[in-house]
């Protein structure tokens, strides 16, 4: 198989879905694309390189579950619970590494990891079983293998956060952004000619900090219609309700599900 494979670890929003304590429609679903882990990506590139995108608290089961057995890296879209708090999970991908696991994220996000995991960071703690990560502060673009990754700046309340562009060995554009209400023009630019977008569509009434499904909707359609997963779900998405009212191009993701690119 060429080209770049992406399987969503989790798709749902902070609490994940089922909600603890909640009898809805979409909690007690036997559908399992209503059961939601907190979102997150990983990615194998056609070279071999493979990274995840968030570690959130249900990263250790989301591991086990894709049989994940190496990681080259991973990027930190933002400092969000629901997308840092398996940070320390990751120690059996440091295991192998001398240099420590790459950790890539902006500044502001690294000072927020070392702030929550300083254990981690400190160098006079280096016991061979505890997380070693290696950070890499993100400015603007770097390669993880042949795939060239940009930070893609989002506003989504006030923590800072960036959306990725991936840009494949094969030539594909891949867009992943999660946490979003709005995109500044900026990175809008930068949003041209995607063979795939991924974008927040978190319930179907606005939210302060989060796009809904409307908005991606029109964000998607503005950039031309490029093939659109939605993500980042709360437990007001019904999966099989609202597949039947996407438009074409769009398609809700799930846990579990694989794209090739
Ligand atoms: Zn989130
Ligand atoms: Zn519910
Ligand atoms: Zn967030």
């Not at 867009?175 to 709005?182: E, F, L, Q």
Request: with cysteine; net charge negative.
């Amino acid at each position: 198989m060429t080209g770049m494979k992406i399987t969503f670890l989790g798709t749902g929003t902070s609490v994940g879905v089922p909600v603890i304590g909640c009898d809805c429609k979409v909690c007690t679903s036997s559908d399992p694309r209503d059961q939601r882990k907190r979102s997150s990506i990983h990615i194998a590139a056609s070279d071999g390189t493979q990274w995840l995108v968030d570690c959130g608290p249900d990263l250790r089961e989301q591991c086990l579950r894709a049989k994940l057995r190496k990681l080259d890296a991973v990027l930190v879209s933002h400092a969000h619970s629901d997308h840092i708090m398996g940070f320390d999970d990751l120690r059996p991908f440091s295991w192998h590494r001398s240099e420590g696991l790459p950790i890539h994220a902006l500044p502001e996000t690294l000072d927020a990891l070392k702030s929550a995991f300083h254990f981690a960071f400190d160098d006079e703690n280096r016991s061979p079983g505890y997380f070693h990560p290696h950070p890499h502060p993100i400015v603007d673009s770097f390669f993880l293998g042949e795939t060239r990754v940009t930070s893609l700046p989002v506003i989504h309340g006030n923590v800072v956060t960036t959306g990725f562009l991936f840009e494949t060995a094969e030539g594909k554009r891949i867009a992943y952004m999660s946490d979003v209400k709005t995109i500044p023009d900026t990175t809008r630019k930068l949003m041209q000619n995607l063979d795939v977008l991924v974008i927040d569509a978190l319930r179907f009434t606005p939210h302060p900090t989060h796009m809904c499904v409307d908005e991606a909707i029109a964000f998607s359609t503005d950039l031309n219609c490029p093939p659109t997963w939605l993500t980042h779900f709360t437990h007001y998405i019904h999966t099989s309700t609202l597949e039947r009212e996407l438009p074409d191009h769009i398609t809700m993701a799930h846990d579990t599900m694989k794209i090739v690119v």
